[in-house]
């Protein structure tokens, strides 16, 4: 078999390519350290819906980066972070029980 468009890495330019990795595993480390600090403090209920509205709130700020740090089209970037933190929130997200936000919401501490 053969490949008839091979992968062809370009010479590096200047600017280094792992700002946009560094900005992710710190994003990452900051909320695995606020959900670790927040787990016994917090409420069951609230962790989770928390932790997700602090992906998406990592996301946009990584988002800001993306528009103004443009990374070359072959390299990882700042968008595909932001995205990747964006997929981890919806996931999260999706996780919260219906009944998990209507506890929450409505501010009893009932459990089923």
């Known amino acids: ?34 959900g670790a600090v927040f787990h016994q403090t917090m409420s069951g209920d609230a962790l989770l819906p928390g932790l997700s509205t602090l992906f998406f709130i990592m996301a946009a700020a990584v988002a800001l980066i ?15 972070a932001a995205g990747i933190l964006t997929v981890i929130g919806i996931g999260m997200a999706a996780a919260v029980e219906p009944e998990q936000m209507v506890r929450l919401v409505a501010g009893t501490d009932r459990s089923p």
Do not use: C, K
């Not at 590096?12 to 909320?31: C, D, K, M, Y």
């Not at 993306?66 to 595909?80: E, G, L």
């Open 66 to 80: 993306a528009w103004q740090r443009p990374v070359p089209a072959h390299h990882f970037s700042y968008w595909d």
């Open 1 to 34: 078999m053969t490949i008839t468009n091979p992968l062809r890495v370009p010479a590096r330019s200047g600017e280094s390519a792992s700002g946009p990795q560094l900005v992710l595993i710190g994003a990452l480390a900051a909320i695995l350290t606020v």
